[in-house]
């Protein structure tokens, strides 16, 4: 039969959200107030800094607080590519972490980088425990 306007393509996963994944989420969330409190002080400790590295330092800064976000987002969503391109960006994560350790000048900008990476690892770990895995339907 046919149907002049098809029917909504329904959610991803109609459940509620697992408790696992609600806290990946939170974490997430956390990872990206991380990143605005390391940027709000990045910024103020710039001083006399060029146009240039300013701009490099404000992307490098809103980039991954958006995709904490956007990640948060649609893991929410139950959208399983969401946990795995998650999970990349956590191992990018880790080697920028590993990277910048050696060149971190002060205690805060490494609690900074440290609390991110934890915040990181929490939800990776979270998005793939066993009830996890029902709530994106690769179980």
């Known amino acids: ?27 997430m969330y956390a990872g990206a107030a991380v990143y605005v409190i390391s940027g709000i002080v990045g910024v103020i400790t710039l001083g006399n800094a060029t146009v240039v590295s300013t701009a490099v330092t404000l992307i490098s800064i809103v980039v991954p607080i958006l995709l904490w976000l956007w990640m948060a987002w649609k893991c929410k969503a139950g959208r399983p590519w969401a946990r ?26 490494l609690l900074g980088m440290i609390a991110g990476w934890l915040a990181g690892l929490g939800a990776t770990i979270l998005l793939w425990q066993r009830s996890s895995s029902r709530y994106f339907g690769t179980a």
Do not use: H
């Open 1 to 27: 039969m046919y149907q002049a306007f098809p029917s909504p393509v329904p959610a991803a996963s109609a459940e509620p959200a697992p408790a696992p994944v609600r806290r990946a989420v939170y974490l």
């Open 84 to 109: 795995i391109v998650s999970t990349v960006l956590f191992g990018l994560g880790t080697l920028a972490t590993l990277l910048s350790l050696a060149a971190t000048a002060g205690f805060w900008g």
